[in-house]
Structures are given as structure tokens and as C-alpha cells.
């Protein structure tokens, strides 16, 4: 089984790279974000 994290809503860019490393020194298999009030593809971006 594959567990996915979320990258969270933060507008906060040292935020989303640190909870992604967080994510994947924890073993999380990939990360999502929410596509609502915002832009999804930047936080993805940063977490590559």
C-alpha cells in the first residue's frame, strides 16, 4: 500500500520545502495539494 501526504495551504514557500522533506524522511510514498483557492501546481513544483 502507497501513503500520500498533503503539502497544506501555507503561502509560506520555506514552508511547503520543509514539510515535503519532512514527508518523505518520514516514508511517505508521494504528497498532494489542493486544488481550491489556489494555485496547486506551485506547491508541487517546490516539492520537486
Given at each position: 500500500m502507497k501513503?500520500?501526504?498533503g503539502l497544506g495551504l501555507s503561502p509560506?514557500?520555506?514552508k511547503i520545502v520543509a514539510n515535503a522533506?519532512?514527508?518523505e524522511a518520514a516514508g511517505?510514498?508521494?504528497?498532494?495539494t489542493?486544488?481550491?483557492s489556489?494555485?496547486?501546481f506551485l506547491?508541487?513544483?517546490l516539492a520537486a
Amino acid at each position: 500500500m502507497k501513503v500520500d501526504g498533503g503539502l497544506g495551504l501555507s503561502p509560506d514557500i520555506d514552508k511547503i520545502v520543509a514539510n515535503a522533506k519532512a514527508q518523505e524522511a518520514a516514508g511517505y510514498d508521494g504528497v498532494r495539494t489542493a486544488e481550491t483557492s489556489h494555485d496547486p501546481f506551485l506547491p508541487l513544483v517546490l516539492a520537486a
